[in-house]
């Protein structure tokens, strides 16, 4: 930054520049490359019943499985997806391929799908995610739609007319991550919502700290009243467990009760969970 030379800093911050802008656009192409070549998976993680401990479904959770065998994480993909105009795409070839494996799945089994805030400025959302479900041969009623609540901030008319939508052609639908970020009261009554999942972070201090045990208690006894049911996020041991069945929450998904994984791993058969640490050790 010295006085005497300027160029000598502004090329150094230019080239600089040029190396992120470079890197991005090649990362931008792999990805779409990878989506094109339907390289993005899901991961399935198992949504437990608290009260009988039964497998109620599975969430679909993007993974990208790369050439170099290293599987990557949505962190790494999910924000680039958004901020470069595939993110729909990624859903509809995720959807097509988790409902296809869901289909096979015994009984009721339900499939979660995360869907992005900026898909709700896609008129064809609904009607699309209907037609994939229909080729794929999953009832719409064995699919969950999870939406975020920075969803809902700001387009409320749109938000409330696809979830209006998606809930009319039997779609459940969650409010995801619940106590981050834009956590609004109204959102619980203004929209109709069937499920509201309690974001991780609650769950991972809730055996010692008071103030999560006493936010998780409330919000539970306050979804009951609006007629919503509980997922807890983020369930790790036993005692958390205990802690949320004790709180009254319905449901929970955690490395208890099993890790994101591949289709080939997962069958909705057996009725009871593995429980199994596995992974998480
Ligand atoms: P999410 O929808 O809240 O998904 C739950 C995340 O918590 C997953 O991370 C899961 O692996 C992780 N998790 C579950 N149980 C535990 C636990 O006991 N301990 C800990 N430490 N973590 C646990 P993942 O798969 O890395 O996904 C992160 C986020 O990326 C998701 O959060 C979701 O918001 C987003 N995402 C993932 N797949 C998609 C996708 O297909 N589309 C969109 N739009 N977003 C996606
Ligand atoms: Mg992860
Ligand atoms: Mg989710
Ligand atoms: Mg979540």
Known sequence: RAKSSPNQTFCFFEKGMDEAVARRARTERKLREAIDADEI????????ELSTGRVLGYEALARWEGRDGRVKQPDEFIAIAEESGMIGEL??????????????WEGDC???????????????????????????GLPPAR????????????????????????????????????GTGYSSLRH?????FDKLKIDRSFITNIDTNENSQTIVRAV????????????????????????????????????LYGRPEPARSVDCEESQAKSDVGEAA
């Open 41 to 48: 998976e899901p991961y399935f993680q198992p949504l437990i």
């Open 91 to 104: 859903y509809f070839r995720l959807l097509a391929k988790a409902a296809k494996e869901a289909s096979t």
């Open 110 to 136: 339900v499939l979660s799908i995360n869907l992005s805030p900026l898909q709700f400025s896609d008129p064809w959302l609904v009607e699309r995610t209907l037609q994939t479900l229909q080729q794929a």
């Open 143 to 178: 699919l969950e739609i999870e939406i975020t609540e920075s969803a809902l901030v700001s387009e409320v008319e749109t938000a409330r007319a696809i979830i209006s939508s998606f809930k009319n052609q039997g779609i459940l639908v969650s409010l995801d991550d619940f």
């Open 188 to 192: 619980l009554s203004e929209f109709a």
């Open 220 to 255: 539970t006894s306050m979804a009951h009243h609006l007629g919503l049911k509980v997922t807890v996020e983020g369930v790790e041991t036993e005692a958390n467990a205990q802690s949320v069945r004790d709180y009254g929450c319905d449901f929970a998904q955690g490395f």
